[in-house]
């Protein structure tokens, strides 16, 4: 299957920086990624989708100048954390489709490993 | 309200057993994903359907959409498949919004 690769694991940080998580699809172009956010013991949480040469759609409640997103090119999304906050401390997922031309669905989703942020 | 509901919410098995877990939503959908997250938070994607039912080597996925309801099967379950699994459904409202289950947490004993 497709494989997502996600950069870095695991991140710690001091609150007031920023923190850039990329997200690449290495063998196949993705025209759509996913950016998700998810707490100790809950479900997904979906705070954007991000098309490539477009700017991201943010799911209500998240702050686009807080997290900000980049799909340059499609094989990379960035999600980027401006001055961080230990609340924004989560596990954050990206996920990428391989698109079905045929129909409207967005496709099988391929996740990434995660990364986990910690906001001192 | 939340728009997918998984039952159970946690699942304890003994290895061998076969083992069910439900889905049901209230939005339209244009597809239904079941995931499997691992301990270390990796996911994986097990099915994408929209109709009908889908099989891959112990699991089997089914779909009702008349009901707005589908069910992940494992079949002679093992102590590998513990892990969190979720039901995701896309619906075409708004772009192909997603809509994600709480997870139902499996623990399968040796």
């Known amino acids: 299957g497709a494989v997502v690769s996600q950069h870095p694991s695991w991140v710690i940080c001091k609150s007031g920086t920023s923190v850039k998580i990329e997200c690449r699809s290495l063998?196949?172009?993705?025209?759509?990624m996913f950016w998700y956010r998810q707490f100790p013991k809950q479900s997904l949480m979906l705070m954007a989708t991000?098309?490539?040469?477009?700017?991201?759609?943010?799911e209500q409640g998240v702050e686009k100048d807080k997290f900000l997103i980049n799909h340059a090119s499609l094989t990379l999304s960035t999600l980027t954390v401006t001055s961080a906050h230990p609340e924004d401390s989560s596990f954050y997922i990206c996920?990428?489709?391989?698109?079905?031309?045929?129909?409207?669905?967005?496709?099988?989703?391929?996740f990434g490993e995660g990364s986990r942020l910690t906001v001192l | 309200k939340n728009e997918v509901e998984q039952s159970p919410q946690n699942l304890t098995a003994q290895e061998g057993e076969f083992i069910t877990i439900n889905c049901s939503y209230s939005?339209?959908?244009?597809?239904l994903h079941w995931l499997q997250q691992h301990p270390g938070g990796g996911i994986v994607s097990l099915f994408m359907?929209?109709?009908g039912k889908k099989k891959h080597g112990r699991l089997i996925a089914t779909i009702n959409i008349q009901e707005k309801h589908s069910s992940l099967h494992i079949t002679a379950s093992h102590p590998r498949d513990s892990a969190v699994y979720i039901c995701?459904?896309?619906?075409?409202?708004?772009?192909?919004?997603?809509?994600f289950g709480t997870g139902t947490s499996l623990t399968v004993i040796p």
């Open positions: 996920s990428a489709s391989v698109p079905h031309p045929s129909t409207v669905n967005t496709g099988e989703l391929f």
């Open positions: 063998d196949f172009q993705a025209t759509t």
């Open positions: 991000s098309n490539e040469g477009s700017k991201a759609t943010y």
């Open positions: 939005v339209g959908i244009s597809a």
């Open positions: 359907l929209s109709s």
């Open positions: 995701a459904v896309e619906s075409p409202l708004g772009g192909n919004q997603f809509y």
